[in-house]
């Protein structure tokens, strides 16, 4: 007796089961597509890597957002920093002092061991405050109050000839209004004073001022005023590092 045979379902053939109807099977739901999505998402992943990058491109606004960066020469630099304490000034005292005190906590990270700082107090008279101090061994300046009924120049280049010598680069920044009392007739008066001061490189950093006085930029021409917020600790201590960059030859960005 012949067994009957059931031949085998091609692959296109239907084959049907009971119990199991096609309505059981879940239905996929409508969504965007594969390639849609793709296009989606390309814009959402610019911005995520887009919008970081921009910010660290922008300038720094304080020194703990700054870095000096790029190649430097081999010289040294001293820094000699004048602060202005006549009676204009006399409101902008406490954001200086805090401005160098983030400035000598910033520089040993930015600057060379054997780079210095000096701080000299002026206003009829000039006192120094903080002789010329290696980096690593910064310390708070000290005080004092000199006379403040005039602005004079020439005694803080005096006190800058008591200064020991060094192989340095000598760098003076003002940080005043730039209207003394005393200043040279002419700029080769200016630039002889300078230089018997040991002075290589000077910089007058206004607070708050527009106007760079004409009496200033008649003696030194190629020290415009640089104006800043004197009232900001964070903005005195920055325009201070942009100096520093311009001295050294690097730039001054924002650290990562």
Known sequence: MAIPTHPEPSQTQEVYRPGLTFASFPQRKAGPSPRLLKLLGLPLLAALLVVPLFGWLRPPTSLSEAALTGARGPGCLRLVLASDHSGSMTELQAARDQAIAQLFGWAPRNLRPNDEIAVVTFADDAVTTLQPTAIGQLQPP????????????????????????????????????????????????????????????????????????????????????????????DATGLVIAQQLARWTGQDLTRST
């Open 142 to 233: 000290g005080t004092a109050t000199p006379d403040p009924r005039h602005t004079r120049l020439l005694p803080v280049l005096d006190q800058l000839t008591t200064f020991p010598a060094t192989r340095c680069r000598s760098a003076l920044v003002v940080i005043g209004d730039g209207r003394f009392s005393d200043l040279a007739a002419d700029s080769a008066s200016g630039t002889q004073a300078l230089y018997d001061a040991g002075i290589d490189e000077v910089a007058l950093l206004v607070p708050g001022r527009t106007d760079t006085p004409e009496e200033w930029l008649q003696v030194f021409p190629s020290a415009p005023a640089q104006v800043f917020d004197g009232r900001s600790p």
